[in-house]
Every structure is written in structure tokens, then in C-alpha cells.
């Protein structure tokens, strides 16, 4: 088997799956893109097999510490024990991210469920190569009505792939109802603008409806409008939903009227609506899509954030709520905490930590691979004036 040596000190004998270009000894034996490879330390140790591209900037992501193929065996053996663990986890096994990538020891494989429907997202070349497998192993285990493949991704472009979205097994559901937390939402997983929901966020959804109740409410970067149903459902006093993009308010509005709620839904930017409004709110979510994808905009992102807490602050009523969410992992927990706090002195406000938010139990973190922690979020409440 071809392979690759690997220079001491890189991430891999830390816990890591990836090997950048840069931490490269030598390759032998002529790897192919897409090839499974060994991989050897440079006393000629081995330290596994995983899947080559050397298109792209990681140039190797480990699938197994010992010899492995990508075979038929391979994919259903995984995949059942990712199912596995979702039932075990106590997440709904009918609506949840079945498979993530190398949380799942699958690099590059995004499996979403819902009920009968699944949603399939191969973003490395190999996993790309050998999708029909993967979609065999799929129907074989779970039995779908139908799997789409939503490749429609920015990373396929590191990997040296073209976007596609198509059925490519079954018929295309159309739109459809799923539910969670009590809460409709109307779902069309070919055409729609998302993959469906954001499933990582159905436990944060839960959490802010308990402070929701008689409470007047501003949710922005509303996409679908998951957390402004939430509060609309646990009883709030009025909701004003903001987002960009004139897709996700139309679904929020179909989903408020499918739900049976009143939602001010307002198609705007969410800077301007913070910079302008006149209003207080008593509970304000800021869940915006990441601002960075790499550690050359981190600062520009923090920034961004600064300014849309700063904003969100004072707009809050005394004793008033701030519940804000962060989906890139360049930006950590402890930056991110440290941002809300800067914010609150430029603000004049003091706030106390009610609550830590994290991605739901069906995107598994593994402490080795900081990528796979990506979600974060805090829940303030204002302390009385001092």
C-alpha cells in the first residue's frame, strides 16, 4: 500500500486525524487522489491508514489505526455504530445527524435524518469516490424512503469538487412536516435554500423557552425561525424574527402559521435592525451564521460579534436576557466569552452567566480534533442597575 511518512512533532502523534501538506516527511509508492494510504512516523512506525488528496490543504485525514479498506464491510460497520450512538445519547434517532464526518471516524461524510428522509453530504474525494456504497449501506441499515445528495458545500471546492444537489435514491419527498420540541417545521430537503433544520441547535432551542414566557422577544439571524417558534410556543408576549434572506422569512412565516403562533417576521439586515431599533426587548437571541471560516478573519469576526452584542445590550430591558450562539470553531469558547464580556463594559451593563450552550449530542466532540467543537453559546441576564 501506497503511503506517506510523517515529520515529528505534527499533530497526528497528539490525538489528531488530519496531516497537512506541511508536515510531510516523504510520500512512497506513488499515492493516488482519492486512494486509501498508509501512514508511517519517521522511524518507520506505522500510524494507521487514512484517505490522500493532495489537492487539498489536509493532505491525509486517518480512517483507522490499523489497515483499512473502503469497502462495503467498512461503511456499514461504521455507520451502524454511529446509529448506535445517537440511540444511546438519547437524541430522537428519527430526526437527528446520523453521521458527522470524523466525529464518526468517516471523513467527509454528513449523514441528516429525518423520519424516512436522509440527507447526504460527501466532502472529501474519497468518501466522494465511493458514495454509491455509502448510499447502499444507507439504504441497506435505515431503509429510507429517499436519500439526497446535497453537496453544496464551499469545501468541496478544497477537495477539488464540483457542487451537486440530486435525488439519488427514491423520489423527491417535496416539502414535508417534521417536529421537535413540540414545534412544526414545514422542511423541503431538494429545493429548500438548507438542508433541512439545524439540527445542532434543537437542545438550545428547548433551553430558551423556559425564560420565553410572558416575555417580549427579538430572535436575530432568525433563519427558519426555530428560536422565535420556541418562544412563541412557551408563551412570549410578542416575537419580532429578523433575518436577510427573504427565503428563511417566508418559512418562518409558514411555520408560524403552521404552528398556530404570531411572529413579526422582518426581512432586514440584522446589524441595521440592532443600529436603528427603538424598541427594548426582555429576551434577545443573536444566532448568526459563522463570520470567519479561517484564522485570517478571525479579528474582522470578532469584531462583528462585538458589535452585535454591544447593540443587543442595550436594547435589553433591566433584568433582560441575551442568549448568543457562535458556529466557528476558530473563534473558542473562552474568546468568544471574553467578547460578550467586552462588550458588557462598553455597554455600562453587568451580566450574569445563566447558561452554556453547546452543539446537540449528535454532533459527538472529540477533545483531539478541536474542529469537531464548533458550537458555542451563553445565556446573560442584566443585573440591576449599580
Same mark, same amino acid.
Given at each position: ?90 437524541? $430522537?434517532?428519527?430526526?437527528?445527524? /446520523?453521521?458527522?464526518?470524523?466525529? @464518526? !471516524?468517516?471523513?467527509? =461524510?454528513?449523514?441528516?435524518?429525518? %423520519? ?8 472529501t474525494l474519497a468518501m466522494h469516490i465511493n458514495k454509491q456504497i455509502i448510499i447502499d449501506a444507507l439504504v441497506e441499515l435505515i431503509a429510507p424512503k429517499s436519500i439526497i445528495l446535497r453537496n453544496d458545500s464551499p469545501m468541496l471546492k478544497a477537495e477539488g469538487l ?28 431538494? $429545493?429548500?435554500?438548507?438542508?433541512? /433544520?439545524?439540527?445542532?441547535?434543537? @437542545? !438550545?432551542?428547548?433551553? =430558551?423557552?423556559?425564560?420565553?414566557? %410572558? ?102 430591558e433591566n433584568n433582560g436576557i441575551l442568549s448568543t450562539y457562535c458556529c466557528s470553531h476558530h473563534a473558542s469558547r473562552e474568546l468568544f466569552l471574553d467578547n460578550v464580556v467586552k462588550a458588557s463594559v462598553d455597554a455600562k451593563k453587568t451580566v450574569r452567566l445563566i447558561?452554556n450552550h453547546s452543539q446537540r449530542l449528535d454532533h459527538p466532540v472529540l477533545p483531539a480534533i478541536p474542529e469537531t467543537e464548533y458550537l458555542k453559546g451563553f445565556t446573560f441576564q442584566l443585573t440591576p442597575s449599580r
Open positions: 500500500m501506497p503511503g506517506i511518512i510523517i515529520k515529528p512533532r505534527s499533530r497526528i502523534y497528539h490525538g489528531h486525524d488530519w496531516v497537512y501538506n506541511s508536515e510531510i516527511l516523504k510520500t512512497f509508492g506513488s499515492p493516488e487522489p482519492g486512494e486509501v494510504i498508509s501512514m508511517k512516523d519517521y522511524r518507520d512506525r506505522p500510524l494507521g491508514t487514512a484517505i490522500y488528496n493532495p489537492e487539498s490543504q489536509i493532505v491525509a485525514r486517518r480512517i483507522s489505526r490499523r489497515k483499512q479498506k473502503l469497502d462495503a464491510e467498512f461503511f456499514n460497520r461504521r455507520i451502524s455504530q454511529s446509529i448506535e450512538l445517537r440511540k444511546s445519547s438519547g437524541v $430522537d434517532p428519527e430526526l437527528c445527524r /446520523l453521521v458527522w464526518s470524523e466525529s @464518526d !471516524a468517516l471523513p467527509g =461524510v454528513i449523514v441528516d435524518r429525518y %423520519g424516512d428522509h436522509l440527507v447526504l453530504q460527501t466532502l464540483e457542487q451537486e444537489i440530486k435525488m439519488v435514491y427514491g423520489e423527491n419527498p417535496g416539502a414535508f412536516v417534521v417536529e421537535a420540541n413540540g414545534i412544526q417545521f414545514e422542511i423541503d430537503l431538494l $429545493d429548500g435554500q438548507k438542508t433541512g /433544520l439545524y439540527l445542532d441547535q434543537l @437542545d !438550545a432551542h428547548a433551553a =430558551v423557552m423556559k425564560w420565553a414566557k %410572558g416575555k417580549k422577544v427579538l430572535d436575530c439571524f432568525c433563519n427558519q425561525g426555530g428560536f422565535a417558534l420556541a418562544c412563541a410556543k412557551a408563551g412570549a408576549e410578542s416575537v419580532t424574527a429578523v433575518d436577510i434572506s427573504e427565503s428563511a422569512i417566508e418559512a418562518t412565516k409558514r411555520n408560524a402559521e403552521l404552528n398556530g403562533v404570531e411572529i413579526n417576521a422582518i426581512k432586514q439586515n440584522a446589524f441595521d435592525y440592532l443600529k436603528n431599533c427603538e424598541e427594548k426587548y426582555d429576551l434577545i437571541i443573536l444566532d448568526p451564521p459563522s463570520f470567519t471560516r479561517n484564522k485570517k478573519t478571525l479579528n474582522d469576526a470578532m469584531r462583528g460579534y462585538k458589535e452585535i452584542h454591544l447593540r443587543g445590550l442595550k436594547l435589553l447558561a
